[in-house]
Protein backbone atom coordinates (compact mmCIF):
# COMPACT_ATOMS: atom_id res chain seq x y z
CA UNK A 1 0.00 0.00 0.00
CA UNK A 2 0.74 3.32 -0.45
CA UNK A 3 1.57 5.64 2.50
CA UNK A 4 -0.99 8.49 0.83
CA UNK A 5 -3.50 5.70 1.42
CA UNK A 6 -2.56 4.85 4.42
CA UNK A 7 -3.11 8.53 5.52
CA UNK A 8 -6.08 9.02 3.51
CA UNK A 9 -7.65 5.76 5.35
CA UNK A 10 -6.45 7.20 9.09
CA UNK A 11 -8.30 10.50 8.36
CA UNK A 12 -11.42 8.54 7.22
CA UNK A 13 -11.61 6.57 10.13
CA UNK A 14 -10.81 9.19 12.40
CA UNK A 15 -13.89 10.71 10.72
CA UNK A 16 -16.05 7.75 10.82
CA UNK A 17 -15.28 7.65 14.45
CA UNK A 18 -16.15 10.78 15.40
CA UNK A 19 -19.66 10.71 13.50
CA UNK A 20 -20.32 7.47 15.59
CA UNK A 21 -19.22 9.72 18.57
CA UNK A 22 -16.17 7.24 19.28
CA UNK A 23 -12.96 9.44 20.76
CA UNK A 24 -9.50 7.95 20.86
CA UNK A 25 -7.05 8.16 23.57
CA UNK A 26 -4.66 11.20 23.09
CA UNK A 27 -1.97 9.54 21.35
CA UNK A 28 -4.44 8.29 18.83
CA UNK A 29 -4.18 11.85 17.53
CA UNK A 30 -0.46 12.71 17.98
CA UNK A 31 1.74 13.61 15.00
CA UNK A 32 5.28 11.83 14.87
CA UNK A 33 6.93 14.37 16.67
CA UNK A 34 4.92 14.34 19.42
CA UNK A 35 5.34 10.43 19.70
CA UNK A 36 8.66 11.35 19.86
CA UNK A 37 8.62 13.83 22.52
CA UNK A 38 6.94 11.16 24.94
CA UNK A 39 7.76 7.74 26.66
CA UNK A 40 5.70 5.38 24.77
CA UNK A 41 7.76 2.19 25.87
CA UNK A 42 4.64 0.57 27.06
CA UNK A 43 2.41 1.78 23.81
CA UNK A 44 4.87 0.18 21.67
CA UNK A 45 6.04 -2.73 23.67
CA UNK A 46 2.04 -3.67 24.05
CA UNK A 47 1.32 -2.91 20.19
CA UNK A 48 -1.47 -0.19 21.27
CA UNK A 49 -2.44 2.59 18.23
CA UNK A 50 -2.87 2.30 14.64
CA UNK A 51 -2.84 -0.68 12.06
CA UNK A 52 -3.66 -0.27 8.69
CA UNK A 53 -3.69 -3.27 6.80
CA UNK A 54 -5.03 -4.81 3.46
CA UNK A 55 -3.71 -8.14 4.34
CA UNK A 56 -0.98 -8.44 1.45
CA UNK A 57 -3.76 -8.75 -0.84
CA UNK A 58 -3.05 -5.42 -2.67
CA UNK A 59 -6.99 -4.81 -2.47
CA UNK A 60 -7.88 -3.15 0.50
CA UNK A 61 -11.88 -2.69 -0.12
CA UNK A 62 -12.09 -6.17 -0.65
CA UNK A 63 -9.88 -7.42 1.92
CA UNK A 64 -9.00 -5.12 4.73
CA UNK A 65 -9.55 -2.72 7.66
CA UNK A 66 -8.27 -0.22 10.07
CA UNK A 67 -7.96 -0.92 13.36
CA UNK A 68 -6.95 0.84 16.33
CA UNK A 69 -5.61 -1.13 19.46
CA UNK A 70 -6.54 0.81 22.92
CA UNK A 71 -5.05 -1.06 25.34
CA UNK A 72 -3.44 -4.51 25.59
CA UNK A 73 -1.12 -6.51 27.59
CA UNK A 74 2.25 -8.95 27.38
CA UNK A 75 1.90 -11.37 29.64
CA UNK A 76 5.34 -12.27 29.19
CA UNK A 77 6.83 -9.30 30.90
CA UNK A 78 3.64 -7.93 32.95
CA UNK A 79 3.52 -4.79 30.89
CA UNK A 80 0.09 -3.42 29.99
CA UNK A 81 -3.29 -4.77 31.18
CA UNK A 82 -4.46 -8.34 31.32
CA UNK A 83 -7.37 -7.61 28.75
CA UNK A 84 -7.13 -5.82 25.52
CA UNK A 85 -9.82 -3.18 23.32
CA UNK A 86 -9.85 -2.77 20.06
CA UNK A 87 -11.83 -0.69 17.21
CA UNK A 88 -11.99 -1.78 13.87
CA UNK A 89 -12.95 -0.03 10.64
CA UNK A 90 -14.03 -2.30 7.78
CA UNK A 91 -15.11 -0.32 4.84
CA UNK A 92 -18.40 -1.29 2.96
CA UNK A 93 -18.11 -4.49 0.63
CA UNK A 94 -14.74 -5.50 2.87
CA UNK A 95 -14.08 -8.35 4.95
CA UNK A 96 -10.81 -9.67 6.97
CA UNK A 97 -9.79 -13.06 6.13
CA UNK A 98 -11.20 -16.07 7.75
CA UNK A 99 -8.53 -17.11 10.47
CA UNK A 100 -9.03 -18.44 14.22
CA UNK A 101 -7.12 -17.87 17.22
CA UNK A 102 -4.88 -20.32 19.69
CA UNK A 103 -5.39 -18.12 22.91
CA UNK A 104 -7.47 -15.42 22.59
CA UNK A 105 -11.14 -15.38 23.62
CA UNK A 106 -13.04 -11.84 22.02
CA UNK A 107 -16.45 -10.26 21.83
CA UNK A 108 -17.03 -8.47 18.26
CA UNK A 109 -19.59 -5.82 18.49
CA UNK A 110 -21.21 -3.40 16.07
CA UNK A 111 -20.07 -0.03 17.45
CA UNK A 112 -22.03 1.73 14.56
CA UNK A 113 -22.11 2.41 10.53
CA UNK A 114 -23.25 -0.73 8.90
CA UNK A 115 -24.21 -3.93 8.83
CA UNK A 116 -21.65 -6.07 10.71
CA UNK A 117 -21.51 -10.18 9.55
CA UNK A 118 -19.69 -13.20 10.27
CA UNK A 119 -19.55 -16.65 9.49
CA UNK A 120 -17.93 -19.39 11.83
CA UNK A 121 -16.83 -22.70 11.67
CA UNK A 122 -15.20 -24.93 13.90
CA UNK A 123 -11.72 -26.60 14.23
CA UNK A 124 -11.18 -30.05 13.34
CA UNK A 125 -8.55 -32.12 15.53
CA UNK A 126 -5.90 -31.24 13.02
CA UNK A 127 -6.69 -27.70 12.92
CA UNK A 128 -8.15 -27.27 9.37
CA UNK A 129 -11.60 -25.55 9.21
CA UNK A 130 -14.58 -28.12 9.85
CA UNK A 131 -17.33 -27.07 6.91
CA UNK A 132 -19.70 -29.60 8.09
CA UNK A 133 -20.54 -29.38 11.84
CA UNK A 134 -22.74 -26.41 13.32
CA UNK A 135 -21.38 -23.80 15.62
CA UNK A 136 -22.76 -23.24 19.10
CA UNK A 137 -21.99 -19.43 20.85
CA UNK A 138 -22.93 -16.91 22.50
CA UNK A 139 -24.20 -13.91 21.51
CA UNK A 140 -24.53 -11.15 24.21
CA UNK A 141 -25.08 -14.13 26.84
CA UNK A 142 -27.81 -16.06 24.71
CA UNK A 143 -26.61 -19.32 23.92
CA UNK A 144 -27.47 -19.54 19.72
CA UNK A 145 -26.46 -22.55 16.86
CA UNK A 146 -25.84 -21.54 13.50
CA UNK A 147 -25.02 -24.13 10.63
CA UNK A 148 -21.28 -23.73 9.29
CA UNK A 149 -20.43 -20.56 7.22
CA UNK A 150 -24.00 -19.19 7.79
CA UNK A 151 -24.13 -15.62 7.44
CA UNK A 152 -24.85 -14.10 10.59
CA UNK A 153 -25.80 -10.51 10.69
CA UNK A 154 -24.81 -8.29 14.23
CA UNK A 155 -26.81 -5.26 14.49
CA UNK A 156 -25.82 -2.17 16.52
CA UNK A 157 -24.80 -2.42 19.79
CA UNK A 158 -24.88 -6.23 19.34
CA UNK A 159 -22.21 -8.35 20.06
CA UNK A 160 -20.72 -12.20 19.48
CA UNK A 161 -18.60 -13.36 21.50
CA UNK A 162 -15.53 -16.31 19.77
CA UNK A 163 -13.43 -18.77 21.66
CA UNK A 164 -9.87 -20.41 21.42
CA UNK A 165 -9.99 -22.33 17.78
CA UNK A 166 -13.30 -20.55 16.88
CA UNK A 167 -12.81 -19.95 12.67
CA UNK A 168 -14.39 -16.48 12.10
CA UNK A 169 -14.72 -14.37 8.88
CA UNK A 170 -16.57 -11.03 9.03
CA UNK A 171 -16.98 -8.21 7.13
CA UNK A 172 -18.86 -4.84 6.56
CA UNK A 173 -21.99 -4.05 4.07
CA UNK A 174 -24.67 -1.23 4.27
CA UNK A 175 -21.73 1.21 4.81
CA UNK A 176 -18.56 1.60 6.40
CA UNK A 177 -18.78 -0.03 10.02
CA UNK A 178 -17.23 0.67 13.00
CA UNK A 179 -16.64 -2.56 14.97
CA UNK A 180 -15.32 -3.19 18.54
CA UNK A 181 -13.34 -5.81 20.24
CA UNK A 182 -13.10 -6.56 23.54
CA UNK A 183 -10.47 -9.51 24.52
CA UNK A 184 -8.08 -11.21 26.59
CA UNK A 185 -4.87 -9.79 25.82
CA UNK A 186 -3.41 -9.70 22.05
CA UNK A 187 -0.87 -11.40 19.82
CA UNK A 188 -1.02 -10.54 16.22
CA UNK A 189 2.34 -11.76 15.67
CA UNK A 190 2.02 -15.27 17.28
CA UNK A 191 -1.63 -15.90 17.90
CA UNK A 192 -3.42 -15.84 14.20
CA UNK A 193 -4.36 -18.51 12.12
CA UNK A 194 -5.00 -17.61 8.69
CA UNK A 195 -7.20 -20.52 6.67
CA UNK A 196 -6.19 -18.14 3.85
CA UNK A 197 -3.14 -17.40 2.54
CA UNK A 198 -2.24 -13.56 3.78
CA UNK A 199 0.07 -11.79 5.66
CA UNK A 200 -0.82 -9.93 8.88
CA UNK A 201 0.46 -6.58 8.02
CA UNK A 202 1.16 -4.93 4.78
CA UNK A 203 4.23 -3.39 3.29
CA UNK A 204 4.23 0.25 2.76
CA UNK A 205 5.58 2.32 -0.18
CA UNK A 206 6.67 5.73 1.16
CA UNK A 207 5.50 8.09 -1.38
CA UNK A 208 4.41 11.15 1.54
CA UNK A 209 5.20 11.92 4.93
CA UNK A 210 3.03 9.53 7.74
CA UNK A 211 0.40 11.39 9.37
CA UNK A 212 0.17 8.58 12.39
CA UNK A 213 2.88 5.80 13.12
CA UNK A 214 1.32 2.37 12.75
CA UNK A 215 1.76 -0.05 15.01
CA UNK A 216 4.21 -2.53 13.70
CA UNK A 217 6.70 0.51 12.83
CA UNK A 218 7.62 1.83 16.41
CA UNK A 219 10.97 -0.29 16.62
CA UNK A 220 12.26 1.10 13.02
CA UNK A 221 10.88 4.55 13.80
CA UNK A 222 11.39 5.07 17.41
CA UNK A 223 13.94 2.53 18.41
CA UNK A 224 12.83 0.86 21.16
FE1 LIG B 1 -10.21 -12.76 15.37
Redesign the pocket.
Known amino acids: MKRSMVNKLLENAKQLLSNNGFALPEFGYWSLSEWEQADTETIQKTMLGWDVTDFGCDDFYSMGAVLFTIRNGELKSNLGTPYAEKIIIIPDGGR?PL???KT?T?D?INRGGGTFWIQLYLSKSDGQVDRENDVTVYCDGIKKTFGPGERVEISKGNSIT?TPGLY?VFGASNGDTVVGEVSSVNDDITD?YFAETVSRFSSIEEDEPALHPLCNEYERLFGN
Request: charged share 20%; aromatic share 0%.
Open positions: LHCHKEILHN
